[in-house]
Each structure stands twice: as C-alpha cells, then as structure tokens.
C-alpha cells in the first residue's frame, strides 16, 4: 500500500556564525592531494549513500553541486543542524569518478574512498583512500592503494584495519598508516564483515553438458569465508544462473546484506517488472524468495538494509513518476513475513529511465538506518542538474518509527549563496 508522509524543513543557520562553511585549509590539502594524483580531469560516477557516525550524531554524504560545477562530500552534524563540505571535487567533460564515504568505527575520522577508472578500458583504476578527521588535533591522511577494482565499499574494519576486496585482498592498518595486499587466485570479488569475520562474493563459472565441449559454461556467484590466517578461501554455497533463471530472476544479483545482530544475509536478484528479495543462510544459500508487495506493479530496488528487530528490510526504491518521463524515489519497507509492505515518497525526479540512471539509482542513491534504528537517510542530491526541484536537493531524514512517516528535509547549504528560509509543508 502507498501511504502518504509529512514533510518538514530543517532551519537553516540564522548568522554566519552559526553555519560551519568548508574549511579554506582542509580543501586546499584536500585538493593539493587530489592534485597530485591527477584526479581534477575527471567527474562523479558513482557514490555510496549516507553514512551515520557510530554515535549517530552525524552523517557523512556526497552530492553534485551543479551551481558550482563540482561534486562534494558534506558532513551534517544534528546537534547543530548545520551542515559543512569536507571534500569538494570539480567537473570534467570525460572519465568518471567514484566517491565512497564511510565512517572508522571509533568516530574520530571520516573515510573517502576515491577510485579512478581508467577511461575506455575495462581494465581496474587506481584507488586512494583520504582519511579526514573530525576531531582537532589529528591530521589529515592520504593512502594510495594502487591499481586495483576494490575501491567500492562499504569497507569492512577488522582488529584496526580497513579492507577492499577486487581481484586482490587489500588493507590499510590504520595505527602504523601500513598497506599491505594478498594475492587471491580467480579474485576475490565484493567483500563483507560479520560477526567479526570477513566474507567474500565472487564471480565463478562451471561446465556444464558434455566433457567434450569445452565452450559450454555456467556463469554463477560463490560466496564464502576467508581465513585471515592464512588468506584462503572456505567457500558456503553457490548460486548459478540456471538457479536464478528458474527464479525469474534475470539480471544481476547485488552484495550481501547481513542482518544486524542475526545470521541471516538478503540479496537483490534484477527481475522482469519488478526485483526480488533473495533471504540465504550460510550454511544452507537460499532459503527462500521474496517477492515485494509494495503495491505497485513495477519498480527497482537500490538496497537492502535490515530493521534491528529484523522484521523488516528497508529498501531504496523507484517507479515510473505521476508524468511522462520522470521517475519517483521512494523509501520501501519490506516486511519479512511477506505481507504488504509500503512505500513512502521522497522526491520526483524529472528524467526518462535509462541504463545510466539506474545506475545511479542502484549504487549511489542507498538508504542507511541510524545506528538506534529510528531514522532513515537518504538523498537524491547526487543526480545531475534539471533533474531534482532545488528543494529536492537535500539530505532527507525519515522516521520510521513514527506511523506517519514524517520526513526531515535538510537543505544542502552553499557557502557562496545565503541559505533558503525554513518552511513546512505537507505531502
């Protein structure tokens, strides 16, 4: 069932004082850094979606600032509801550029990872990491990781280091600013953390019909544990094609969404009209499919993240808009159970669906769940400009916990103009 929502605006700043603008020092280190590395010819790609600091207080997100012609990582701050741009990267006319933020697991810094595609080949990028703190009296760090295609979080952090997955193992040891890597044969593909211990998802492929054709073969995903010992790989379960074609499921399948404090993973599996829910266990794969009933006939899903009660999935989601050739971005909660779930809106975006869109929906528009499971952020600022009312680009806040949804809308503020006066409006 679609239900409504209210909408309210978060105030902005009343005086200078009170707004906490880019800091001059850390965006000229930020950009001699960048700089160096021969990032400014190219443009955002792809982001990851809001990130919420352990404590909550904060959330670290990235949007196109299309007035100034760049992209940016800004950091909201909710006890003084002002937000501030700690990372600012100019537009180019070709390449792309990926920007992932996340948080360290004590709070003291911000992570962006930067990865670099090289233009026209399908070959990996290079892959820098700057660690941005947030606190005074730390200094700001830069880790280049090297050529490599596991630069695209979230990145897990195990006994004081950070991970990325690709065709390698790589880590950053955060107290000694070490890097070090592990070859693994056949790749290791997407990386994830639980229960603190570190899982992988890769591609692999078999043959299948007779020994003598040697062409015939099934492509699929293996997805397993790796031994931080001795870096092999203890393999769970696998899902081929043939298994996802029975399922109508006919597209990709996303990373692995572990259940908070549980044992149970969700997956993403691209369907006809509408995506699936795959639920798997890691002894047993899946255990069982879920198709959304969210009242719509057809729609995509961005990501899965679970409820801390783990009842419900909570989704990124879109469907065709109320007018030709524009799409609306929704807030999707999937109960578990298989009842119908609801959708509740965020924003209209005014664009024809295409392949580069979705793409943009599925990796960069996430939603995340506040670490006491009563809010949800996210935001569509990412898109390009004529594709978002202004008021549109913004961070969004909506609380879950509450029957109407009521949602927060938390202007992007721009140094160089005066911030919009607060309103509020219904939906």
Known sequence: MIKGNSTRHVSP????????PE????????????????????????????????????????????????????????????????????????????????????????????????????????????????????????????????????????????????????WIDLATGEIGSNAIPDEIGSISEHDGQLFYLREVSRSVGSTEDKKSVEDGKEFGRIDLKDFSLKPAFSLWKSDMTALDITGDLSPVFWETGGSRMAMIGQGGDSDKILLLEEGKGIVRVLPPDLGVKSFLLGNLVWSRDGKTLYAAAMTKGEQEKTQQYWLAEIPVAGIPGRLTKIAPIQEEMSDDLEAYFRNSMQVSLSPDGSLIAATPAVLGKNTLAERDRALFLIDVRDPARPITRIPISNPSAAAPPAAKTRK
């Open 23 to 170: 800091s001059p020092r850390w965006l000229h280190l930020i950009l001699l850094v960048v700089g160096m590395v021969a990032w400014m010819i190219f443009i955002l790609a792809c982001v990851g979606g809001p990130a919420w600091s352990p404590d909550g207080s904060q959330i670290l997100f990235a949007y196109r600032d299309v007035e100034n012609s760049r992209t940016a990582v800004a950091l909201y701050d909710r006890a003084t509801r002002t937000t501030s741009t700690i990372l600012a990267q100019p537009a180019a006319k070709e390449g792309e550029l990926i920007l992932e933020p996340q948080w360290q697991k004590d709070g003291t810094r911000a992570f962006i990872a930067i990865y670099q595609p090289v233009p026209g080949s399908s070959d990996d990028g290079s892959c820098e990491v700057i660690s941005i703190p947030v606190k005074s009296g730390m200094p700001l760090q830069a880790y280049a990781l090297g050529t490599t295609e596991g630069c695209v979080g979230p990145f897990p952090q195990l006994d004081g280091k950070v991970f990325f997955g690709g065709k390698d193992l790589r």
């Open 13 to 20: 700043p009343r005086s200078p004082h009170d707004f906490r």
